[in-house]
């Protein structure tokens, strides 16, 4: 694809989301940088800052000629166990992070059709590819875009549309930082030790840290590549465990993943 055209991206108000629209900005797209608050935004240039919320649909208004979509916008929540999640915040997880997603997504099919083609970029998370403990509401959501995602590449790839997927690692944005702190799991006490192993495990990958403009790039790289794979990793941790995924028989890789955290 040629960096030319116009791109939406939701969420763009902070972290892989802004970084993301820099850049398609900075490669010659026309970008429109979507957030639930444009005073957010009110600091980005060379691009057009307009207010979208996914879960209002009332907010969802996509450009004529649209050729790149980057749904990024995603919440998550406290880690718990999944005895102890409430529903509620399953239901919050899923209205932003799935039926957002959809409803932004089934608008721009169409104007993208009538364009000839174009992208469809869903930001999902590389936690999908192990069992990690206490992420079960997150990457519950995340394995449901996957899933959307493989059936939405099969029906639009007639119309020149291609879908990708996106699933980045330990990536350095707010929301990184806000979930730095031991699991709220802790505070069950049969979780705790487990709890505690895995906020031990986690000082070890924070070298691996990777900054968000540098992710942004090579995402905008996946977008641009009309021949690459429908799964990329956006840092050296997600790119490695995608590969080793992909590599590894998946029955056998989970088994290691459990035995790594039992």
């Not at 916008?73 to 999640?85: F, Q």
Request: charged share 25%.
């Amino acid at each position: 694809m040629e960096p030319k055209g116009t791109a939406v991206v939701t969420g763009a108000s902070r972290g892989i989301g802004r970084a993301v629209a820099i850049e398609l900005a900075a490669r010659g797209f026309e970008t429109v940088a979507s957030m639930r608050n444009p005073a957010d935004g009110a600091d980005l240039s060379g691009m057009r800052v307009e207010r979208l919320d996914v879960t209002d649909p009332s907010t969802i208004a996509l450009p004529e000629g649209l050729r790149v979509l980057v749904n990024n916008a995603g919440v998550e929540s406290d880690n718990l166990p999944v005895e102890h999640m409430p529903i509620e915040s399953w239901q919050r997880l899923f209205a932003t992070n799935v039926f957002g997603l959809v409803e932004v997504t089934k608008r721009a099919v169409p104007i993208m059709r009538a364009a000839g083609g174009g992208v469809i970029c869903n930001v999902t998370s590389s936690s999908t590819l192990a069992p990690v403990p206490f992420l079960g509401t997150y990457r519950a959501s995340k394995a449901a875009v996957t899933a959307i995602g493989e059936s939405l590449a099969a029906e639009v790839a007639q119309f020149g549309i291609r879908v990708i997927e996106i699933m980045p690692g330990p990536i350095e944005t707010d929301m990184l930082a806000a979930s730095d702190r031991p699991p709220a799991a802790a505070e069950h006490v049969e979780y705790r030790e487990l709890a505690e192993r895995l906020w031990e495990g986690r000082q070890g990958i924070r070298d691996a840290y990777t900054p968000a403009d540098e992710a942004a790039r090579r995402i905008v790289d996946a977008i641009c590549d009309d021949h690459g794979p429908l799964r990329y990793g956006c840092d050296d941790l997600s790119v490695g465990m995608l590969a080793g995924w992909n590599g590894t028989d998946n029955a056998q890789w989970v088994r290691g993943m459990l035995r790594s955290f039992s």
